[in-house]
């Protein structure tokens, strides 16, 4: 299978594992993804963008500091603006980030369901499929045209070089 197809499988399979939806930050660099993609509900995701959270959100500043898995319960007494309580008022109530550095490429993700947290068989599994993504979109340059328009189709918001933002 090719890399874009198996990106599409991956992203499809982390909708169904995170009901509240995903933001993947793959090959970050000078504070800007290569690739971004979420699933948060446009509500959520336009309150994040006009807030300016990224600059404050604990699980970014984790994620450029660390590897490896946290869930979200336990960066809350890290949380002077109240990111993840805000986060938790609009369904997305226990979540993990997740980030990964190979090579001087530094990939941050960050899963979200408002029911109950993750498991840590969750986690692991998760934990790998982003593993797997940061190495098949290392690989690319940019997704084509149709993939895009793909994965926008899926409810899947696409940044990267070239995108055409929808």
């Known amino acids: 299978m090719g890399d874009e197809v198996e990106i599409k499988a991956i992203l499809n399979e ?5 009901p509240a ?3 993947l930050a793959f090959h970050v660099r000078f504070a800007t993804p ?10 959520w995701i336009d309150i994040y ?5 990224v600059m404050v959100d604990p699980t970014v500043r984790w994620g450029f500091e660390n590897t490896g898995a946290i869930r ?3 960066l809350a007494d890290d949380d002077p603006s109240d990111v993840l309580a805000t986060a938790a008022r609009h369904g997305l109530k226990y979540g993990f980030a997740y980030a990964m550095d ?5 990939s941050m993700t960050s899963y979200a369901r408002g029911d109950r947290e993750f498991t840590d068989e969750e986690i692991a599994t998760i934990s790998e499929l ?3 993504l940061h190495r098949r979109t290392s690989r690319l340059g940019s997704l084509s045209p149709e993939t895009a328009d793909e994965l926008r189709r899926m409810s ?11």
Not at 35 to 41: E, G, N
Not at 49 to 53: A, H, P, Y
Not at 102 to 106: A, E, N, Y
Request: aromatic share 14%; net charge negative.
């Open 34 to 43: 290569t690739f971004l993609f979420q699933t948060y509900s446009d509500e």
């Open 130 to 132: 982003a593993e797997q």
């Open 72 to 74: 979200w319960s336990d």
């Open 21 to 23: 939806g995903y933001a």
């Open 14 to 18: 982390l909708e169904g594992l995170c």
């Open 102 to 106: 190979s090579g001087g490429s530094r």
């Open 49 to 53: 963008s006009q807030k300016g959270f």
């Open 156 to 166: 899947i918001r696409v940044t990267h070089p070239g995108a055409v933002a929808h």
